[in-house]
């Protein structure tokens, strides 16, 4: 309990100055703009993300036994029966993919954890006890916050609508065994600042279960940033990815759209793919996408360059549909070294600075490596930086702090993508500046890593003082 106290004081912390984290943690970085943990050397299958077992699905999961949204005076708004049907509801969203083997199951209220025993967790005590039961791997619980009590007690960023992401890892077999949602009730009173429509929060939720399942944040049509809020252009929310890191576009299904972009689809499909003879609702994955993967690679052709947003835009269709992936999402994003340890030959968290990730393979073949998965079609690919404020618990791919794209690249010309197939095309960025270390990372900024978060309020409160 001391070390947890410890852990949720030190997030809080962090939290305030906004490079931190949800809580569970601040153990190690996430890959990767498509896997939220990618395994290491030792660590999990190396270069494999982590998933639930797709032999063990469904996913179970417990829900908190209190409401889903209350008003400070105590009048429940959301009441639990609502609340169970929400949480079901979102992650169906998920299990209704059809080429996406995952399913879950609600296995009953949470289970006590002393000192939390039984009923509405509602406090940042209950909370670390029943977030120790997770890591301990017992229980995946969704959290319920339903005035915002937790979330305050543990000095998130009032910005902070839900944190969720794994507990208890199999490190052997490079499975989740356990893992955590939490969402915050106050947003949903009709009283606090910062109200959101259900659509929004449902949106919210949905976004938290991806996270739930292994999925990362993603980066496409960055540019509704620039636009006003909740007003974004009709062609570009349809391609936003529900995985973006931020809550800035009215929700997709207020405006008409399917709660998970293309972006979401294949990057769930990537993950539980479904494989052998499909069961009633679900398609072989390989017959619905193909794959276009290469490497990004500085000017010199061959050096690999990590922490590059590839975006793959279908011909005709560009700003819709669009599958995205940071180059280097299956490399670590530290890879530590040794150099300067006091005993080189015996590298211990005593001796080192710096051992670098567990997380994130160290095959040096990976280091600009992207994969995009996407529906038969032409497709043009093109690469971006990942936007310079998509850091701590709103960061996406291996690096963080993301760094700038090294150089310049003209979009490809289209590229005929079929079922089943996998067409290989390296992208080479111009006017490179010269590499001096293959193994330089931005990473090493940043030794602690937060759990991935969605939150609302910075742009906004941005746009309003400019
Ligand atoms: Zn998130």
Redesign the pocket.
């Known amino acids: 309990m001391k070390r947890l106290l410890n852990r949720c004081r030190s997030i809080g912390r962090a939290a305030a100055a906004l490079t931190t984290c949800g809580l569970l943690l601040c153990q190690s970085p996430v890959q990767a703009g498509g896997p939220i943990r990618v395994g290491g050397a030792t660590f999990g299958i190396q270069g494999q993300p982590f998933v639930w077992d797709p032999a063990a699905m469904p996913v179970k999961y417990r829900v908190d036994p209190g409401p889903l949204s209350k008003r400070p005076d105590g009048t429940v708004v959301i009441d639990h029966a609502a609340g169970v049907a929400r949480v079901k509801s979102l992650f169906d969203t998920w299990q209704n993919v059809p080429t996406a083997a995952i399913s879950y199951g609600n296995i009953g209220d949470i289970l006590p954890a002393p000192p939390y025993t039984g009923g509405p967790v509602g406090t940042a005590q209950n909370f670390i006890a029943v977030f120790a039961s997770c890591d301990a791997g017992t229980q995946s619980p969704i959290i319920f916050d339903a005035d915002g009590s937790i979330f305050g007690g543990l000095g998130l960023p009032r910005g902070v609508i ?3 992401g794994a507990c208890k890892l199999d490190p052997v077999n490079g499975r989740f065994v356990s893992g955590l949602a939490a969402l915050n009730g106050r947003f949903q009173d009709g009283f606090s600042a910062s109200q959101l429509t259900a659509a929004e929060f449902d949106h919210a939720f949905a ?2 279960f ?2 739930f399942s292994g999925l ?2 993603s980066q496409i049509n960055v540019n509704v940033l620039s636009g006003q809020p909740r007003a974004c252009n009709l062609d570009d929310l349809a391609g936003l990815p529900l ?1 973006f ?1 931020i809550l800035f576009c009215q929700a997709r299904s207020a405006a008409g759209l399917p709660v998970l972009a293309p972006d979401d689809m294949a990057w769930i499909s990537r993950l539980y793919p479904v494989t052998g003879s499909p069961p009633p609702g679900k398609t072989l994955t390989s017959s619905a996408y193909g794959t276009i993967s290469g490497k990004v690679l500085f000017t010199d052709g061959i050096t690999q360059a990590q922490g590059v947003n590839v975006i793959a835009r279908q011909v005709g269709s560009p700003r819709t549909i669009a599958v995205s992936v940071v180059s280097g999402y299956l490399f670590t994003g530290n890879p530590g070294q040794t150099v300067t340890c006091l005993d080189p030959s015996n590298p211990t968290t005593a001796t080192c600075a710096n051992l670098g990730s567990r997380f994130g393979s160290h095959n040096p073949a990976l280091i600009g490596q992207y994969e995009i998965l996407l529906p038969p079609g032409n497709y043009t690919v093109e690469v971006e930086s990942v936007f310079a404020a998509f850091a701590g ?2 960061r996406l791919g291996p690096l963080d702090p993301p760094i700038p794209v090294p150089g310049t690249f003209a979009n490809t010309g289209p590229m005929s993508v079929s079922a089943g197939a996998m067409v290989v095309q390296d992208i080479t960025l111009q006017g490179t500046p010269q590499r001096f270390d293959a193994f330089e990372s931005a990473a090493l900024q940043a030794p602690a890593a937060p759990m ?3 939150r609302r309020e910075e742009f906004l409160t941005e746009k309003r003082r400019a």
């Open positions: 839900g944190f969720a976004h938290e991806g996270h990362d944040h995985m890191p618990g709103s991935a978060w969605l």
